[in-house]
């Protein structure tokens, strides 16, 4: 099995900026895609951010291209996800997943089959 665990969300004020780390352990593979996604209640899960752990490849939605930034650690097994700029908008729980095999749509939920709980993203305007 994979254990996904959030970290660093927090309350902000709108413009500010927040990292957050998203730890994997267990089972690995060779070649994973990991991902951001955010939810707020009443709402469908909406894509954030991906990255394809070898190449190092990245995909993001729209709505944060340019003030959001996905990395990742090979030695700590571990992704970033930058969030500069915060806007009232971005307020969400943030949720890391993990593709085993890199062979679904990035921005897909059903692409992910490991899940973290979640870290809340709170920003104040």
């Known amino acids: 099995q994979v254990q996904l665990v959030e970290s660093g969300g927090g309350l902000v004020q709108a413009g500010d900026s927040l990292r957050l780390s998203c730890v994997a352990s267990?089972?690995?593979?060779?070649?994973?895609?990991m991902g951001w996604f955010r939810q707020v209640p009443g709402k469908e899960r909406e894509f954030v951010a991906a990255?394809?752990?070898?190449?190092?490849?990245?995909w993001y939605a729209d709505s944060v291209k340019d003030r959001f930034a996905i990395s990742r650690d090979n030695a700590k097994t571990t992704v970033y996800l930058q969030m500069n700029n915060l806007k009232p908008e971005d307020a969400a729980v943030y949720s890391c997943?993990?593709?085993?095999?890199?062979?679904?749509?990035?921005?897909?939920?059903?692409?992910?089959?490991?899940w973290g709980q979640g870290t809340q993203v709170t920003v104040s305007s």
């Open positions: 267990g089972r690995t593979f060779s070649n994973p895609k």
């Open positions: 990255i394809r752990w070898n190449s190092g490849q990245t």
């Open positions: 997943a993990l593709d085993p095999y890199s062979r679904g749509s990035s921005d897909s939920s059903r692409t992910y089959l490991y």
